[in-house]
């Protein structure tokens, strides 16, 4: 069974940073190219960051500066590193991955992505 499980979510205040962990089980993703997605109520789950098993990233546009994706192949683990965070980061934030990395898969799509983990809440405070 494949999971993935967010962790590092928490209350920070604006300016201050956290870092998020996706640790993943059932399979590896090492061919795979894994993202960040985040949703807050009301909205639809936006994309923040990916990365391709090759270290090629992507990232949005509010992300740029700020975030920074990277990944541990050994440990099938992905992580989000999130400076000068600000009230509107705010969110759920959500791991996914995807199954095998076909030609035509865009990793800033969630339609993209196969598996997805549980979420975990980032609340930044002014």
């Known amino acids: 069974q494949v999971q993935l499980v967010e962790s590092g979510g928490g209350l920070v205040q604006a300016g201050d940073s956290l870092r998020l962990s996706c640790a993943a089980s059932?399979?590896?993703?090492?061919?795979?190219?894994m993202g960040w997605f985040r949703q807050v109520p009301g909205k639809e789950r936006e994309f923040v960051a990916a990365?391709?098993?090759?270290?090629?990233?992507y990232y949005a546009d509010f992300a740029k500066g700020r975030f920074t994706i990277s990944r541990d192949s050994a440990k099938n683990t992905v992580y989000l590193q999130m400076n000068s965070l600000k009230p509107d980061d705010t969110a759920v934030y959500y791991c996914?991955?995807?199954?095998?990395?076909?030609?035509?898969?865009?990793?800033?799509?969630?339609?993209?992505?196969?598996?997805w983990g549980q979420g975990t809440q980032v609340t930044v405070s002014s």
């Open positions: 990365i391709r098993s090759g270290g090629i990233t």
């Open positions: 996914a991955a995807d199954r095998d990395s076909r030609p035509g898969r865009i990793p800033t799509m969630s339609v993209y992505y196969d598996y």
């Open positions: 059932g399979r590896t993703f090492s061919g795979s190219f």
